[in-house]
């Protein structure tokens, strides 16, 4: 409630290169806080968890495998444990007992999106209940947004523009940041882990094409980063183990 993705995304290209220095971020710096004996001076920050010990808070990862392996589920599973870490007083945090085992640590707590292209509410319902029959997702703040059901709303992130340029679509430069900022201001709490299901829908590119995966990876790095959110992208691999299907994902 309150917010509602784009339902018409266009495609451009305005990310071309900066015309002169005065327009690169880089050329604005103050370089004396980027000289390395003050960036690391002192006990450096800890690294904090979103899952631990597999998953760091506010990166972007992968979670590859094959078709009816249960990586929707295990991720839903996931998706709830953070919601419910925000809700109350865990020291211990909460444990995920699926193939990915580990923990949710409190500190980590905070809103989840899970945005299915591939279930709709029926189906998105049908697996909740399998995962949490006993309904302690009651009042935690995980929102699941199936996009068939979305009618019009494209989710590519990442287009293939003139002369075949990976270029940024409007979903990528304004959609994205609104559905992180408008689900923390309707639930109160930051948006802790943000679930793309399954990846390669999100590019209107080829995924065995290093260039646009690579533009995809950093627009998620950065928003990971700006929003304290960890990014994980489900995806398919062929049967028989035939590697991750976005080049350039590393």
Same mark, same amino acid.
């Given at each position: 409630?309150?917010?509602?993705?784009?339902?018409?995304?266009?495609?451009?290209?305005?990310?071309?290169?900066?015309?002169?220095?005065?327009?690169?971020?880089?050329?604005?710096?103050?370089?004396?806080?980027?000289?390395?004996?003050?960036?690391?001076?002192?006990?450096?920050?800890?690294?904090?968890?979103?899952?631990?010990?597999?998953?760091?808070?506010?990166?972007?990862?992968?979670?590859?495998?094959?078709?009816?392996?249960?990586?929707?589920?295990?991720?839903?599973?996931?998706?709830?444990?953070?919601?419910?870490?925000?809700?109350?007083?865990?020291?211990?945090?909460?444990?995920?007992?699926?193939?990915?085992?580990?923990?949710?640590?409190?500190?980590?707590?905070?809103?989840?999106?899970?945005?299915?292209?591939?279930?709709?509410?029926?189906?998105?319902?049908?697996?909740?209940?399998?995962?949490?029959?006993?309904?302690?997702?009651?009042? $935690?703040?995980?929102?699941?947004?199936?996009?068939?059901?979305?009618?019009?709303?494209?989710?590519?992130?990442?287009?293939?523009?003139?002369?075949?340029?990976?270029?940024?679509?409007?979903? $990528?430069?304004?959609?994205?940041?609104?559905?992180?900022?408008?689900? &923390?201001?309707? &639930?109160?709490?930051?948006?802790?882990?943000?679930?793309?299901?399954?990846?390669?829908?999100?590019?209107?590119?080829?995924?065995?094409?290093?260039?646009?995966?690579?533009?995809?990876?950093?627009?998620?790095?950065?928003?990971?980063?700006?929003?304290?959110?960890?990014?994980?992208?489900?995806?398919?691999?062929?049967?028989?183990?035939?590697?991750? &299907?976005?080049?350039?994902?590393?």
């Amino acid at each position: 409630p309150g917010w509602q993705l784009p339902s018409k995304l266009v495609r451009d290209a305005r990310h071309a290169a900066p015309a002169n220095d005065a327009e690169c971020p880089l050329g604005k710096l103050d370089f004396a806080a980027y000289r390395l004996d003050h960036l690391a001076s002192g006990e450096p920050p800890k690294r904090q968890f979103l899952l631990e010990p597999l998953m760091p808070l506010g990166v972007v990862g992968l979670l590859f495998g094959e078709g009816g392996l249960g990586k929707s589920m295990e991720a839903l599973a996931l998706a709830i444990l953070v919601a419910r870490a925000a809700k109350g007083n865990l020291p211990l945090g909460l444990i995920l007992n699926g193939p990915l085992g580990g923990a949710v640590p409190q500190s980590a707590g905070g809103a989840s999106i899970f945005l299915t292209l591939e279930d709709d509410k029926a189906e998105v319902h049908r697996r909740t209940l399998a995962i949490d029959a006993a309904g302690a997702r009651d009042g $935690a703040p995980c929102f699941v947004i199936p996009a068939l059901d979305l009618h019009g709303f494209d989710p590519a992130l990442i287009a293939t523009g003139a002369g075949r340029l990976a270029v940024l679509t409007d979903f $990528a430069e304004t959609g994205l940041d609104e559905l992180l900022g408008n689900v &923390s201001r309707s &639930s109160g709490l930051p948006v802790r882990l943000l679930i793309l299901d399954p990846a390669g829908d999100f590019l209107d590119a080829d995924e065995n094409d290093a260039s646009p995966v690579k533009k995809l990876m950093r627009l998620l790095r950065e928003k990971a980063t700006a929003h304290g959110c960890t990014i994980l992208l489900l995806g398919h691999v062929a049967k028989g183990g035939g590697g991750t &299907s976005m080049r350039g994902s590393s």
